[in-house]
C-alpha cells in the first residue's frame, strides 16, 4: 500500500506498505522496491533496529531467521520535491515559479532575537548549520504549517519559550531548553506534532501533574492514536506496547532488583525473589523461589481457593477447596475422609507407582499400587517383603516367597502367626449368615488318595513341643493323643480351686447351655456334677482334668481317651485290664470287685499301694461301661 506520511497530501515523503506471513527458518522476503535507509521493518508489530536488518539492493530484505506464521511488516519511503512554493508574511515570494530558496552557509545570530510572529507557510530548506550562539526568545508563536527540513540545528545557548514551539522536522539541542510560566495555573508543554496526531510533555495546570502525551489531570505516557509505544537502550528496542495494549519485553525485566537474572523477576530489593525463565531447557519452563543475596532457595506459597493442574490444556490433577485432591479427577470423590486422595485412570485403570535408587525407575521396578477394571493389586515388583505397620510396628509380612507372618518378621510357615496377650485367642473365624450353608474350614493335605499318615493339625505347647495331632489315613481321621471331656458345672463352694487332676465325679443333674438370646440349646448338656460319693456309683461321669477360665464356672471332666484316675487300694492293687470304680473316699476310684460294676476306666499300667491310705494316678483309658471283673 503506498501513500502519504500524513492524513494531508502536502509536499512531503510517500510510503509503501508491504505485509508478509513468514514460512518456517525464512530469512528473504522480496519486496516491490524500495529507497535504501528509507525502510522500516516490523516483525510482529516489533519495530527492528537497523543492525537487525539487511536492506542494500533496494529490493531484498534480509532478517535471521523466522518461525512459522511470523508477520513481517515493511514500510519504505519515497522522498519528492514540490516545484514552486508562495511565502507569506513580512517576507513573500508570489507567482514564482521554480523557485528555491537555498542557504548554503551558516546563519550566526550572536546576540539576542527578538521575533513577534515568524509565519513560514511554505518549504525552508537548509542543507548546512543554524547556530544560535546567543538567546533566542520567541514571545509570540513560531508556527511553521509547510515543512522544515534541518540537517543540524545546532543551539549552543538557552532557547525560552514563553508559549509554544511546534516542531514538525528533527530538532537537536546540546544545550537547555527551557520551557517556564511565571503563574501556577497555566499548562505548560513542548508539543510535537503532524497533521494528525500530536504528543505533549509538561505540567498540567494548578495541580502539578508531570505528563508524557495528551491528557489532562493525571500522570500519563503513551500516545493518543492506534499506535503503539517503544522503549530503547542503546539504539535496540527492548520494550513495545501494541496499540492493543499488548506489552512485549526483548530483555529481562525486573521489579525490585536492578540485575534481574532471569526473563521477569519480582524481588524483594534484589534478595529473595520469583524468576520466571521460558525455555530453560528444550521445552521447559522454569519458575524459581531464590534468594540472589543468600544465594538460597526460599519457600513458595501457592494461595488459592482451588488449585487446577494442566498438560497441554488438559486438566490432570486438582487440589480442591477442602483439600481433597484428584489425579485425573477434577471432582475428587471422597467417601467421608477428611482428607482424600484419589487417583482416577482415564483408561481401565488407575494407579500409583513408588520407585528409588535401589529398587531402579522402570516399569517393572519398585511399588505398584492400582486399580484395573474393578480389581485392586499391590504389587511389589523387587524382590523382596511387604511389610504392614500399626502404631509404628510391623504388625504384619508378606515374604518374597510369599509366606505370611502376622506379627512375626521371620515366618517359618505359609502362614506363621505370632502372638502375646493375655486372656485372649488368637484367632476367630465366623461365618455368618444364621444358616447351616455357612460352613467353616477346610483342611486339604496330603496324598491325593488319603494313603499313608496324612497330619492335617499338629498340636504344641507353649515353646512348641509337640503334644498331639490331628491326622487321617484311608478315609479315617485320628486324633493324637485322645482324650474326650463333658462341661461340667461344680458346686459355688468348689469353682474357684475345683478338684485335683483324676478325681472322680458323680452327675448330681443336667442343665442346658444358652445361646446369645438366652434359649437353651437342643444338645447342649452341661453337667452339675459333685465329687462320687459312695462305692460302685452308677453316677459316675468322668475325672475331673481342669477348670475353663474364660467361664465363671465351668470346668472339665474326661470320659473318653486317654488319662489318669486317683485310686486307693479298697479293691486291692491293680493290674492291667482292671476296671476302674468309684470307692467310698469321696472323689477317689478303686479296682472293682464287685458283678457286676459301674466303671469309668481299664487300668493301662499295674500299682501297688503301699498301705491303705496311700493314693495313686493310675494311667487309664476312659469309658463308661458295666463291667465284670476278672476271675
Not at 513458595?300 to 488438559?314: C, K, M, N, P, V
Not at 511387604?386 to 502376622?406: C, L, P
Request: hydrophobic share 35%; charged share 15%.
Amino acid at each position: 500500500m503506498a501513500g502519504y506520511l500524513g492524513s494531508v497530501p502536502v509536499p512531503q515523503a510517500t510510503q509503501h506498505r508491504e505485509t508478509f506471513t513468514a514460512t518456517a527458518g525464512q530469512t528473504t522476503f522480496n519486496t516491490a522496491g524500495y529507497t535504501p535507509q528509507f525502510i522500516d521493518v516490523y516483525l510482529n508489530g516489533v519495530h527492528l533496529s537497523p543492525a537487525d536488518v539487511t536492506a542494500t539492493n533496494g529490493s531484498d530484505v534480509v532478517l535471521s531467521a523466522c518461525l512459522v506464521n511470523d508477520i513481517v511488516d515493511i514500510v519504505s519511503y519515497t522522498p519528492f520535491e514540490v516545484a514552486s512554493q508562495t511565502f507569506t508574511g513580512t517576507t513573500t515570494m508570489t507567482d514564482v515559479v521554480a523557485a528555491t530558496l537555498d542557504i548554503s552557509g551558516n546563519i550566526d545570530i550572536d546576540g539576542t532575537t527578538n521575533l513577534d510572529v515568524v509565519d513560514i507557510d511554505g518549504a525552508v530548506d537548509m542543507a548546512s548549520t543554524l547556530t544560535l550562539a546567543g538567546n533566542a526568545d520567541f514571545n509570540g508563536d513560531l508556527d511553521v504549517d509547510g515543512t522544515t527540513n534541518l540537517d543540524v540545528v545546532d543551539i549552543d545557548g538557552a532557547v525560552n519559550m514563553a508559549t509554544t514551539l511546534l516542531v514538525t522536522g528533527v530538532l537537536t539541542n546540546t544545550g537547555n531548553i527551557s520551557i517556564t510560566e511565571t503563574g501556577a495555573n497555566n499548562e505548560k508543554s513542548l508539543t510535537i506534532a503532524n497533521s494528525s496526531a500530536n504528543s505533549m510533555i509538561g505540567v498540567e495546570g494548578s495541580s502539578g501533574n508531570r505528563f508524557v502525551g495528551s491528557a489532562a489531570n493525571n500522570m500519563f505516557m503513551g500516545t493518543t492514536s492506534a499506535d503503539g509505544l517503544e522503549f530503547a537502550t542503546n539504539n535496540t528496542v527492548r520494550a513495545n506496547i501494541a496499540s492493543d495494549g499488548t506489552t512485549s519485553f526483548n530483555s529481562n525485566v525486573g521489579i525490585g532488583t536492578s540485575a534481574p537474572v532471569a526473563d521477569f523477576v519480582v524481588s524483594n530489593g534484589g534478595a529473595a525473589g520469583i524468576e520466571l525463565q521460558p525455555e530453560i531447557a528444550t521445552d521447559t519452563n522454569r519458575i524459581t523461589n531464590f534468594d540472589r543475596a543468600a544465594s538460597a532457595y526460599m519457600n513458595f506459597r501457592l494461595d488459592a481457593l482451588t488449585h487446577q493442574f494442566l498438560i497441554s490444556g488438559t486438566e490432570v490433577m486438582r487440589i480442591a477447596s477442602n483439600g481433597d485432591v484428584g489425579i485425573g479427577k477434577s471432582s475428587p470423590g471422597n467417601p467421608g475422609w477428611a482428607r482424600n486422595v484419589h487417583f482416577h485412570g482415564s483408561g481401565n485403570g488407575g494407579g500409583l507407582k513408588l520407585t528409588d535408587n535401589t529398587s531402579g525407575s522402570g516399569n517393572n521396578d519398585g511399588l505398584d499400587i492400582a486399580s484395573y477394571q474393578g480389581t485392586a493389586f499391590i504389587i511389589n515388583r523387587e524382590n523382596a517383603d511387604i511389610r504392614f505397620h500399626t502404631n509404628d510396628a510391623e504388625k504384619m509380612r508378606i515374604t518374597s516367597s510369599g509366606a505370611i507372618g502376622f506379627n512375626n518378621s521371620s515366618p517359618s510357615h505359609q502362614f506363621d502367626f505370632l502372638h502375646d496377650s493375655a486372656a485372649t485367642y488368637m484367632a476367630r473365624f465366623h461365618h455368618n449368615g444364621n444358616n447351616v450353608n455357612r460352613y467353616g474350614i477346610i483342611i486339604a493335605v496330603g496324598t491325593d488318595d488319603n494313603s499313608g499318615t496324612n497330619t492335617h493339625i499338629s498340636f504344641a505347647d507353649g515353646d512348641s513341643d509337640s503334644v498331639g495331632s490331628v491326622s487321617s489315613s484311608g478315609g479315617t481321621v485320628s486324633y493324637n493323643a485322645f482324650s474326650a471331656s463333658h462341661e461340667v458345672i461344680l458346686p459355688d463352694a468348689d469353682n474357684a480351686e475345683g478338684y485335683p487332676y483324676g478325681t472322680l465325679v458323680e452327675t448330681s443333674s443336667i442343665t442346658y447351655a444358652k445361646n446369645l438370646s438366652g434359649q437353651d440349646f437342643e444338645r447342649g448338656i452341661r453337667y452339675n456334677v459333685t465329687k462320687s460319693s459312695g462305692a460302685n456309683s452308677k453316677a459316675v461321669l468322668g475325672a475331673y482334668s481342669g477348670k475353663i477360665t474364660q467361664e465363671t464356672n465351668l470346668h472339665f471332666a474326661y470320659v473318653l481317651g486317654d488319662g489318669h484316675i486317683l485310686c486307693n487300694n479298697s479293691g486291692g492293687n491293680i493290674a492291667v485290664g482292671d476296671g476302674i470304680c468309684t470307692s467310698s473316699t469321696a472323689g477317689i476310684g478303686q479296682k472293682a470287685t464287685v458283678n457286676p460294676s459301674m466303671i469309668i476306666g481299664i487300668a493301662q499300667e499295674a500299682i501297688t499301694f503301699a498301705d491303705n491310705t496311700e493314693t495313686k494316678l493310675v494311667a487309664v483309658q476312659y469309658g463308661l461301661q458295666q463291667f465284670t471283673p476278672w476271675p
